[in-house]
C-alpha cells in the first residue's frame, strides 16, 4: 500500500532557530513529491520535486528531494512566528505517461515558532 | 482576480440530510479534487475529476458524490449514506501536469 509518513509529527523551536522537516515515501510509480504550509484554513502551495528538479529554494525554505532514499526535506532557516502552521507533505504518481493527481498526503508536521 | 472559492464556509446538516457542498476555479485548470481532513490527519481525496463530464473515485469516495458538468464548477454532495460526516472538506484545482492549489475550505458538522 502506498504510503507517505512525515516526521515529526509536532517541533516546538524559537525564533532564529533553523527547522528540518522530514517526509518519507513508499510508492509506486513515484512522480512528484509536493510540500504546503496550512495555517487556519486551506494548505498553500510551497514547493513541487520532480527527477529534474530535486532541490528547490525561496527565501527562507528550501526542499531537498532523495530518490534513492524515498525520502525529501525542507528546511527553515532564521524562524519567525509566522512560520507557525502544519506542513504537509504529498506524493503524486504517474498513471501511463501522465500523472494521477491522486496525491497521498503525510499526517503533517506541527510546526510552533515562540518568540 | 483568480482563485479558487469554496461556499459555504461553516455548513450544519442534520441527521439524514443531504447537503452540497460548492466549489468554483477561474484558473481554467482541467483538473479538480475534493479532499477531506480530520483532526490530526492529513488530506484524504474524496473524488476528482481531469476533464468535464468525467470524474473518478478517490481512496474515500463512499457516502459522497460529485458531477462535473462545466470546467470551472466541481460540486461535492455529502448524503446521508456517509455515516461521520464531520470534518473540514477542501476543494482543490491544478493544470494536468502542476501542483494543485486549495480553495478556503467548508467545515462541515452534523448536529
Known amino acids: 500500500e502506498d504510503k507517505v509518513v512525515q516526521s515529526p509529527l509536532s517541533l516546538v523551536v524559537h525564533e532564529g532557530d533553523t527547522v528540518t522537516l522530514n517526509c518519507s515515501y513508499e510508492?509506486?510509480?513515484?512522480?512528484?513529491l509536493l510540500w504546503y504550509k496550512q495555517e487556519k484554513k486551506a494548505p498553500t502551495f510551497l514547493f513541487m520535486l520532480t527527477s529534474s528538479g530535486i532541490e528547490k529554494k525561496s527565501g527562507r525554505l528550501s526542499s531537498i528531494l532523495d530518490k534513492k532514499e524515498l525520502s525529501s526535506i525542507l528546511n527553515i532557516t532564521a524562524t519567525q512566528t509566522g512560520d507557525s502552521a502544519i506542513y504537509l507533505c504529498?506524493?503524486?504518481?504517474?498513471?501511463?505517461?501522465?500523472?494521477?493527481?491522486?496525491?497521498?498526503f503525510g499526517q503533517g508536521t506541527t510546526l510552533q515558532v515562540k518568540p | 482576480d483568480g482563485g479558487i472559492t469554496q461556499s459555504p464556509k461553516y455548513l450544519f446538516r442534520k441527521e439524514g440530510q443531504n447537503v452540497t457542498l460548492s466549489c468554483e476555479q477561474n484558473?481554467?485548470?482541467?483538473?479538480m479534487y475534493w479532499y477531506r481532513q480530520d483532526p490530526g490527519q492529513g488530506l484524504r481525496l474524496i473524488y476528482y475529476?481531469?476533464?468535464?463530464?468525467?470524474?473518478q473515485k478517490g481512496d474515500i469516495a463512499e457516502g459522497y458524490s460529485v458531477s462535473r458538468e462545466k470546467k470551472e464548477s466541481f460540486p461535492l454532495t455529502v448524503t446521508s449514506a456517509q455515516k461521520n460526516p464531520t470534518a473540514f472538506y477542501l476543494c482543490?484545482?491544478?493544470?494536468?501536469?502542476?501542483?494543485?492549489?486549495f480553495g478556503p475550505g467548508t467545515r462541515l458538522t452534523v448536529l
Open positions: 482543490a484545482s491544478s493544470q494536468r501536469q502542476g501542483p494543485q492549489f
Open positions: 510508492v509506486t510509480n513515484f512522480r512528484s
Open positions: 504529498a506524493v503524486d504518481r504517474f498513471h501511463g505517461s501522465s500523472n494521477t493527481g491522486k496525491l497521498i
Open positions: 484558473l481554467n485548470h482541467d483538473a
Open positions: 475529476s481531469q476533464i468535464v463530464n468525467d470524474f
